[in-house]
C-alpha cells in the first residue's frame, strides 16, 4: 500500500475526495484509505509527524510513503507556487557538533536522509530538485535563516516543520521515501508571495491532486 502523509487537510482533502476515501481512523490520528492507498494528516510538528508515521508502519503494510504538500523557502531562485522534488532532508536544528558530529545530525544518525527520486521522476518530471530542512521553528526571518540553515553544509531551499521526521522514521522502517513540496512563500522576498497563504492553499489542493492522478 502506498501512503500520502501531510500535515494539514486543506492540502491533501481534493485528493481524498477524488480517491474516495474512507476514514478509517478519527482520534489521535487521522487516516483515510481504500484498498490501495492510504492518507495521514499528521498535523504540524516533528514529534506529531513521527509519532503518527511510526504508528502507521506498525499496524500498516506500507511499502512507499509519500510525502506532499506545501512549504516556505529562502531560496531566492524559487518563488510561490514553484514544484520542487526534494533530494535531501535535514534537520536544521540540531547541534551536536560538540561531539564531532555536522550540524543537522542527530548523533550515530545519517547526516542526512536522501530521498527515493525514481519512483517519482518515473512519472513526473521536475525542473526543480531542491534540499529539505525542518525544525519545530516556523522560519519566517532572513536572520532565523542564517541562524539555524544556514550551517547546514550543504544548500537547503525548502523549509518545513515535519519532513525530517517522516524521512528519519522511513530510514528507521526501511521504507522508500518521496517527497514534493509547493512553495508557498519566500523569506525575505515579498514580492513573489502574492496570494496569501489561505487561498494558495486552495490552490496548491489542487495541483497536489494533479500530480497524485500521475504518481498513483
Known sequence: M???IGAMHEELQDSIAYFNLTKVENEKFLIYKNDEIMFCITGVGLVNSAAQLAYI???YEIEW???IGTSGSCDDSLKQGDVVLIDKV???VADATAFGYAYGQVPRMPKY????KTNI???IQFEKIKNIASSDIFIHSLDQVNLFVNKIEDKASVLDMECFAYAQTAYLFDKAFSVIKIVSDVVGKTDANNIQFNEFIKIASKEILKMLKKIL
Open 2 to 4: 502506498k501512503l500520502i
Open 113 to 116: 536522509y536522501e530521498t527515493n
Open 65 to 67: 510513503i509519500i510525502n
Open 121 to 123: 521522476t518515473n512519472k
Open 90 to 92: 535535514y534537520n536544521s
Open 57 to 59: 508502519l506498525t499496524k
